[in-house]
């Protein structure tokens, strides 16, 4: 009896040495917390029209200025290394555009803001006592304001929702120091763009066109991030990354328009037409740093 007293106590002191040992290990540690970061992304995007117009299709690229939030959580309240994270980015500034009608050639500069938001639950699996593997299940939404700048220039506004899958491995170099890489496979679901009508004057002509609001078929979106967490102290750390991300949208139907010229408030002519939203790809390219508490 005393034998198999003995031996419940040293279990039992072994498991209460693993839980703490599970409570203070570094990726654990990195998975609770919130922080703040600094953001840098270089934007490319190109329409791509078939078969190919003479006049080329729109593009634009640029850097863009702004910041991430981020929120995470790993406990066992309800299975063991429950994962749950959100994760916020803003970006904007003005980058290059250069598009083309079959009428003239624009040259300006697109005033772009960009919001992404992106809810990740799932399990993380230590596969050593260093390394972990979380796979996850992902859901979010974003957006593009797109405003052009200057003479011909015009507002359009792109969105769409975000969900599927996406695996984070994690392994601690150091008890201070936790390296990352996190990739996802999302659909883009529910997108469309908004594109308000336009009013141009010159001396006593007018000249305004309808806008129009189209939806965009399911398409994919590709996301890789590298990151390190470095713990300053027992509450306080550092974090940084690099992320790519790429996605297409698959443009619209045709919706019908009108352009209507009027003079000194009286239209004059309405020339009818159709407008649409070509296909198009965007490239993200992202780095961040900034200083997260672990609660």
């Avoid at 910041?67 to 959100?86: C, E, P, R, W």
């Avoid at 398409?219 to 992320?243: M, P, V």
């Avoid at 003079?263 to 296909?279: C, S």
């Amino acid at each position: 009896m005393k034998i198999r007293i003995l031996a419940l106590a040293l279990t039992a002191m072994g498991l209460s040495t693993l839980a703490q040992a599970q409570s203070d290990n570094p990726i654990v540690a990195a998975n609770n917390e919130i922080g703040i970061a600094a953001t840098g992304t270089l934007m490319n995007y190109q329409e791509h029209i078939s078969p190919a117009p003479t006049y080329g299709s729109d593009i634009e690229s640029g850097w863009m200025p702004g910041f991430t939030v981020h929120l995470s959580g790993m406990n066992d309240k309800l299975t063991q290394n429950l994962y749950f994270a959100i994760n916020y980015y803003y970006s904007s500034g003005g980058i290059a555009y250069h598009g083309s009608t079959p009428a003239e050639h624009l040259n300006t500069t697109d005033n772009a803001t960009t919001n992404r938001v992106i809810a990740r639950l799932g399990k993380g699996f230590f596969l050593s006592s260093n390394a972990m593997l979380t796979p996850y299940v992902a859901g979010g939404y974003q957006n593009w304001d797109r405003r052009l700048q200057g003479p011909g220039g015009y507002d359009e506004h792109y969105h769409s929702g975000l969900v599927g899958l996406g695996a984070l491995f994690q392994y601690a170099v150091t008890p201070r120091f936790v390296v990352g890489v996190d990739g996802q496979f999302l659909a883009v679901v529910g997108g469309g763009i908004d594109v308000p009508g336009t009013v141009t004057s010159s001396g006593p002509y007018t000249v305004s066109d309808t806008g129009f609001s189209g939806g965009f078929g399911t398409s994919g979106q590709e996301r890789i991030k590298i990151s390190a967490d470095y713990a300053l102290s027992r509450n306080w750390h550092i974090f940084g990354g690099l992320n790519f991300t790429h996605f297409t949208y698959t443009g619209t139907k045709e919706y019908p328009s009108l352009e209507t010229i009027s003079y000194q408030g009286t239209p004059i002519v309405q020339i009818p037409g159709t407008v649409r939203e070509p296909p198009s790809s965007t490239n993200l390219f992202g780095m961040e740093l900034g200083l997260a508490y672990r609660f």
